[in-house]
């Protein structure tokens, strides 16, 4: 994918892009290695083995926190690293079974440190975000344990007694919150990758899902310059089993995406903070590598 969406996106990441989503980003699309970008991530990790320092760039808590550390586990998923004994893996799968921020059921979605340091409104201890539902990261949490934890490890049966407590949590109708539904979805692809379904009602979540992201994408195009649910919340290619169903509107995001590319090779960020201006400069451009990195792969696996 050579083209000038690309190299106008690519010119925004060398300039802009912090060290991480660099390394992402170059693996991704200039044959970069996974081990670049486990060694970068690695310096957002505490001694503890979470993470912290802002790796979910809407909250600057440097502590070790199930949203940090939930966003590093996703970025291992996102290049399908393998190696489990990696210490980058091995220290968060300790400190997940240390069982700090969580309650038994969940890992906590908000914190109270996070009060103490710049964050988007959401992740405000008091906040009553939408998104706060009680699998949202959670769910994702579970089957990272399941994926890359020891099977006769104390900590592979907590993740898979989280994930099925998660699935048996889910309503008739489905699931209402699109981050919860990503997760979920997360959650069921790293199963399948660590060849562990049989651990979990595979079928019924994997039904649950279908139904819920069918009625999640919001096809009303008029809508797409604000924080909606468009396909590539859940589809990454053609050869996603979610793409059949939704073929035509997934097929018009990718011209969407070209079209509303800004002149600096970035993409509007469809969402803003309320206090901490000055760290929400730094913040959406953070976010912007995020996006470019996003919106390049739905490209990419789109492709013909």
């Not at 091995?90 to 309650?103: I, R, T, V």
Request: glycine share 6%; hydrophobic share 35%; charged share 25%.
């Amino acid at each position: 994918m050579k083209n000038i969406t690309f190299e106008k996106a690519k010119t925004f990441m060398y300039r802009n892009a912090r060290p991480l989503d660099l390394a992402r980003f170059q693996y991704h699309f200039e044959n970069g290695s996974k081990e670049a970008v486990m060694n970068v991530l690695s310096y957002y990790q505490n001694e503890d083995g979470g993470f912290g320092h802002a790796v979910e760039a809407d909250c600057w808590n440097p502590n070790s926190i199930p949203l940090h550390s939930g966003a590093a586990g996703d970025i291992i998923r996102e290049i399908d690293f393998e190696d489990a004994k990696h210490p980058v893996i091995q220290g968060l799968l300790k400190w997940y079974a240390a069982g700090e921020h969580f309650n038994g059921k969940c890992w906590a979605i908000t914190v109270e440190s996070n009060n103490d340091y710049p964050h988007a409104p959401w992740w405000h201890t008091e906040s009553v975000s939408s998104c706060h539902t009680d699998y949202n990261g959670t769910a994702q949490i579970a089957g990272f344990i399941a994926r890359y934890a020891e099977k006769d490890s104390e900590c592979f049966k907590l993740g898979v007694r989280v994930a099925n407590e998660a699935i048996s949590a889910l309503s008739p109708d489905g699931i209402s919150d699109k981050h919860t539904c990503a997760c979920y979805m997360r959650m069921a692809e790293l199963f399948e990758k660590g060849k562990v379904t049989e651990y979990i009602s595979f079928g019924e979540l994997k039904e649950k899902l279908h139904k819920s992201i069918n009625q999640l994408i919001d096809t009303d195009i008029s809508k797409w310059s604000g924080y909606v649910c468009k396909p590539s919340c859940f589809i990454d290619s053609k050869e996603s089993e979610y793409y059949s169903a939704n073929k035509a509107i997934a097929d018009y995001e990718c011209e969407h995406i070209i079209k509303t590319q800004l002149a600096d090779g970035s993409w509007e960020i469809p969402w803003q903070w309320e206090d901490y201006h000055d760290e929400w400069v730094i913040s959406k451009n953070w976010w912007k590598g995020q996006v470019i990195i996003e919106n390049l792969l739905y490209l990419k696996g789109f492709a013909d």
